[in-house]
């Protein structure tokens, strides 16, 4: 499945029809984030001294290294959970009838018809101490203390799983059905078995959906804000709570915002090395 | 696996296949096919001939009935097991997959190793006159090329039967001769035993060793190419293979060999009982080919009045139409100089023998 631009003569469209919202990036993101840039090169916080001494300090310090490291792994279990749980739900989607496909696209798009906030409260109210999970097995008598689920790396992943979820789904859902139906009878009456056909047939083409899928959770789970914040509880430092906290608690902005400029550098690194697995493997074949 | 490439029978055991909703996709189907025969499943769409072709390839499991390859009752086998090669109608080539994996692919399942199945896959590129191809991805390939790769890819898991799903529709009119020629080609080389689904009655003729008409899921009737077009079964059959004038009429006289006939168009010709026995006085139809009527100047055959003239190169098809009104086509090859008729000529047509003249009850 190729997903090489075509080879469409962009100059023939009028580039001033791109003006409108080009102005609008310009003044609302690229302008602030090089305003970004520019305070992160203060070494002081009343902004007088030039210099590299805020990057110095993160990249020096344990402490800050240990909090984007953690952020950088928990973005990485949470794409994993959403992968695994979401290609079945993506999978079936396409070989059910329309009246069950309706029904899955509702469910997978649920989590986004109603507020973070909510959607994280509500995971509060299930893994809580007196949560619904807890009273549940010390009902049936499985525990006899409460299990810690709240304020767990575990159960900042679960949350997050489920809010991502569908940035997952829907990317996969879209590249499986792409795939030409016939191939997998093709592969069948070859003599491959089912898991072969997986392996070799499904999963190779269903790569832009993976890649896309993956990129989307990842970039959303580490910076989401409220869910990491609340369900991660005091506990938990991760990249934003600790960049909320120099900027509005501490009022170090420059130091912040060489944390950000940091953070970004790393999502980037983390998406493109995404992007390069999934051209790699898309060469495999003598393309 | 089958280790031997070709030459093995199938059986198609009073086969039935219903829907969930309840309706019948093919009923009591009986096909007894010899080893290296090619058969071609003729029929329109919707005939229950691509259903048939899944029922044989596993996909699908038939209701009633049993498919035996050989000596083996296939029907408990998965799709990956049967050994039955199959080329669909878009190919289905693995578009991710270079010429040489995709015809390789069906021989990495079978676990044989890497240098085996570069050298087996190249053989095969060979055979089907594509030596230099196998570095290219699908795309980078024409329609015919393809066609190439997905009979090399199915050919070299070496099945013991051959489905081809209407291989040729895709491809234009003198590419789709190629390929025909080609299929029959490899088909010789290998004797392998092919079954071709088709709605095209001229590739079913040209190509196969017998044709199996299918319509309404029901088999029409199953022969060879002759059979099935001068001595049809049904009335299907005439009318579905070859164009065909049908003439309607009464039975004066009839025993199990001839039968005389009143046509409407108001002459008495004698006429074939091609659906069974006929009884007398009974509506009939007629089904006489265009090229199988002739002009006569005597007073047997029945009047007409010519309409329009066709040229279509080797032959010329008349328009003529009869006492009753009904418009009947005569086709006439043009040997030497052809009797020129004018617009609005009076003439008198009959069959141009009492065998190709075919009478079958009439339907209401």
Request: aromatic share 6%; with cysteine; net charge neutral.
């Amino acid at each position: 499945m190729g997903t090489a631009p075509a080879s469409r003569d962009v100059t023939s469209y009028g580039m001033g029809l791109a003006a409108p919202l080009a102005l609008f990036f310009l003044l609302f993101f690229v302008a602030p984030l090089l305003q970004l840039f520019w305070l992160s090169l203060h070494n002081d916080t009343a902004g007088l001294h030039w210099g590299l001494g805020q990057y110095l300090h993160f990249l020096t310090d344990p402490f800050s290294l240990g909090v984007l490291g953690s952020t950088l792994l928990l973005g990485a279990e949470v794409t994993a959970v959403c992968l695994v749980l979401g290609f079945p739900i993506a999978w079936l989607y396409q070989r059910v009838g329309p009246k069950l496909q309706t029904i899955i696209i509702l469910i997978v798009l649920l989590p986004l018809l109603t507020s973070v906030v909510v959607r994280t409260f509500a995971w509060i109210v299930i893994l809580g101490r007196q949560g619904i999970i807890n009273a549940t097995l010390q009902s049936l008598g499985i525990i006899d203390t409460p299990l810690k689920l709240l304020y767990t790396q575990f159960g900042v992943v679960i949350a997050l799983a489920q809010v991502q979820m569908p940035l997952m789904t829907l990317p996969l859902i879209t590249a499986l059905g792409r795939i030409e139906p016939n191939l997998d009878d093709a592969s069948c009456s070859l003599g491959a078995g089912s898991w072969r056909t997986f392996f070799r047939v499904v999963l190779p083409l269903s790569l832009p959906g993976v890649i896309a899928g993956c990129t989307l959770t990842y970039a959303a789970a580490i910076t989401a804000f409220i869910t990491l914040s609340l369900v991660g509880g005091g506990q938990m430092l991760f990249m934003p709570m600790y960049l909320y906290q120099q900027a509005s608690t501490l009022q170090n902005w420059p130091f912040a915002a060489a944390i950000s400029i940091i953070f970004l550098l790393a999502v980037l690194a983390v998406v493109s090395v995404f992007t390069t697995l999934g051209r790699l493997s898309r060469g495999h074949g003598g393309a | 696996m089958a280790e031997t490439q070709g030459g093995r029978s199938l059986v198609v055991d009073a086969v039935t296949h219903r829907y969930p909703s309840g309706a019948l996709a093919v009923e009591n189907i009986n096909l007894d096919i010899k080893g290296g025969e090619i058969i071609a499943l003729l029929g329109p769409s919707g005939c229950g001939k691509t259903t048939l072709l899944r029922i044989i390839a596993g996909f699908i499991a038939q209701t009633q009935g049993r498919i035996i390859i050989g000596d083996d009752i296939v029907d408990t086998l998965p799709p990956n097991r049967r050994a039955v090669g199959i080329v669909f109608q878009n190919y289905a080539l693995f578009p991710h997959l270079s010429i040489s994996e995709n015809v390789a692919y069906g021989l990495a399942a079978r676990g044989i190793d890497k240098a085996t199945r570069q050298r087996e896959a190249q053989r095969l590129l060979d055979l089907v006159q594509l030596p230099a191809m196998g570095e290219r991805l699908p795309r980078q390939l024409s329609g015919g090329q393809q066609q190439r790769v997905a009979l090399a890819r199915a050919l070299a898991i070496k099945p013991s039967i051959l489905l081809l799903d209407e291989p040729f529709a895709a491809l234009d009119k003198n590419l789709r001769l190629d390929m025909q020629i080609e299929v029959k080609r490899l088909q010789r080389v290998s004797g392998i035993t092919t079954l071709i689904v088709t709605h095209d009655q001229e590739e079913a003729l040209s190509m196969a060793d017998r044709v199996a008409v299918l319509s309404h899921g029901k088999l029409e009737q199953f022969g060879t190419p002759s059979d099935v077009y001068d001595r049809p079964q049904t009335l299907f059959v005439n009318t579905f293979v070859g164009s065909t004038n049908r003439m309607p009429g009464v039975v004066v006289s009839a025993d199990r060999t001839a039968a005389k006939v009143r046509l409407d168009a108001g002459a008495e010709i004698i006429a074939r009982p091609a659906g069974g026995a006929l009884s007398e006085g009974g509506r009939v139809t007629v089904c006489i080919r265009p090229e199988h009527l002739q002009f006569v100047g005597d007073e047997t055959g029945f009047a007409g009045v010519v309409g329009m003239s066709l040229p279509l190169g080797a032959t010329v098809v008349h328009e003529v139409t009869t006492a009753d009104g009904s418009g009947v086509k005569v086709s006439q090859a043009r040997i030497g100089e052809t009797r020129a008729l004018e617009n609005g000529a009076a003439v008198r047509l009959a069959p141009l023998a009492p065998s190709l003249a075919n009478a079958f009850p009439a339907t209401l």
